[in-house]
């Protein structure tokens, strides 16, 4: 039995949403706008600053779907080349707009550990009992040994935070349980499965006149199907005995993990990132403040 993979926080999000792909076509979509109303003020000889080639206000803030001022007399090219970058920057905004409200409305899962070569990965803890951790020391992956009430203490209790070993007979009831969940919390791998048929048997006496019917009704209980609906039935026979719980422990789990507000933390990277372009804004207004000072007093002295 392995966790699911928990969601990513929601402030990661916004980390997504800025990969360094994103935040390179945007650069390149600016620039190239910037690049084309800087050569077309060229070309009708109007001032051309060197910094508007560089990061070009018009552009970017059609980028980003803020409006600007636009003269009368600007030419019939201009306008068309801000009638295309209106139509990009609704685009995007759009395109930005339904990732961000796909991304809030289902977030993406961390790696889900389907091995043991994942749990290593991930760092999940193997729950076992003190009597069988030298078995299952060569699997080399992190393991949490406890004895058998606290092995079944933290299996029952659905604590995902550690992976743990299930019989199918076990396996079938918790999945059947798990329907009813808010949420899936444990996945049935295969991959970690060390047995696929757990060989349970009791030595009979030697010469026993009862080994070939007692085999030959095992072969005839399988073949017939009663053992798979005796498995089937296990979670509804128990349900009914009073030995199988209904509570969610997924709602719990839901209200803790995922909250249904968002917090302040959530905004973390957008706090970093404002913060950040805050102060690079500042040193350059000061680095063009100094170099505004020493130009002058340079001119000052040479004339």
Same mark, same amino acid.
């Given at each position: 039995?392995?966790?699911? &993979?928990?969601?990513?926080?929601?402030? =990661?999000?916004?980390?997504?949403?800025? *990969?360094?792909?994103? #935040?390179?076509?945007?650069?390149?979509?600016?620039?190239?706008?910037?690049? &084309?109303?800087?050569?077309? !003020?060229?070309?009708?000889?109007?001032?051309?600053?060197?910094?508007?080639?560089?990061?070009?206000?018009?552009?970017? !803030?059609?980028?980003?779907?803020?409006?600007?001022?636009?003269?009368?007399? !600007?030419?019939f *090219?201009? /306008?068309?080349?801000?009638?295309?970058?209106?139509?990009?920057?609704?685009?995007?905004?759009?395109?930005?707009?339904?990732?961000?409200?796909?991304?809030?409305?289902?977030?993406? /899962?961390?790696?889900q $550990?389907?091995?043991? &070569?994942?749990?290593?990965?991930?760092?999940?803890?193997?729950?076992?009992? +003190? +009597?069988?951790?030298?078995? @299952? #020391?060569?699997?080399?992956?992190?393991?949490?040994?406890?004895?058998?009430?606290?092995?079944?203490?933290? /299996?029952?209790?659905?604590?995902?935070?550690?992976?743990?070993? $299930?019989?199918?007979?076990? @396996?079938?009831?918790?999945?059947?349980?798990?329907?009813r969940?808010?949420? +899936?919390?444990?996945?049935?791998?295969? =991959? =970690?499965?060390? @047995?696929?048929?757990?060989?349970?048997?009791?030595? @009979?006496p030697?010469?026993?006149?009862?080994t070939?019917?007692?085999?030959?009704?095992?072969?005839?209980?399988? $073949?017939?199907?009663?053992? =798979?609906?005796?498995?089937? #039935?296990?979670?509804?026979?128990?349900?009914?005995?009073?030995?199988?719980?209904?509570?969610?422990?997924?709602?719990?789990l839901?209200?803790? +993990?995922?909250?249904?507000?968002?917090?302040?933390?959530?905004?973390?990277? #957008?706090?970093?990132?404002?913060?950040?372009?805050?102060?690079?804004?500042?040193?350059?207004?000061?680095?063009?403040?100094?170099?505004?000072?020493?130009?002058?007093?340079?001119?000052s002295?040479?004339?």
């Amino acid at each position: 039995m392995v966790p699911v &993979a928990r969601r990513i926080p929601i402030k =990661d999000i916004y980390f997504i949403l800025s *990969s360094v792909s994103n #935040m390179f076509l945007a650069i390149v979509i600016v620039f190239s706008y910037g690049m &084309a109303l800087n050569l077309l !003020r060229n070309v009708t000889h109007r001032d051309v600053r060197l910094v508007d080639f560089v990061l070009n206000d018009k552009a970017l !803030r059609g980028i980003l779907g803020q409006s600007f001022n636009l003269p009368l007399s !600007r030419s019939f *090219s201009t /306008r068309l080349i801000f009638l295309m970058l209106g139509i990009v920057g609704l685009n995007v905004s759009s395109i930005f707009g339904a990732g961000l409200d796909t991304l809030m409305a289902h977030p993406p /899962r961390q790696f889900q $550990a389907r091995s043991f &070569a994942g749990l290593r990965r991930t760092k999940i803890p193997l729950v076992t009992t +003190e +009597e069988d951790f030298p078995t @299952w #020391m060569k699997l080399r992956v992190p393991m949490l040994v406890v004895n058998v009430s606290e092995y079944n203490h933290l /299996r029952n209790g659905r604590n995902t935070s550690n992976a743990y070993f $299930a019989s199918r007979l076990y @396996w079938n009831l918790f999945s059947e349980q798990q329907k009813r969940f808010t949420r +899936e919390l444990f996945i049935y791998s295969t =991959d =970690d499965c060390l @047995w696929s048929l757990a060989l349970l048997s009791f030595q @009979w006496p030697q010469n026993s006149l009862f080994t070939e019917p007692v085999s030959q009704l095992i072969l005839e209980v399988n $073949a017939n199907g009663l053992y =798979d609906f005796w498995v089937g #039935m296990h979670y509804y026979d128990m349900t009914a005995a009073g030995l199988s719980g209904l509570e969610d422990p997924s709602l719990q789990l839901t209200e803790r +993990e995922h909250p249904t507000s968002l917090r302040i933390v959530d905004f973390q990277w #957008m706090w970093q990132a404002y913060g950040t372009f805050m102060v690079l804004a500042i040193l350059v207004f000061l680095l063009e403040v100094s170099w505004h000072g020493i130009t002058s007093l340079f001119v000052s002295l040479v004339l």
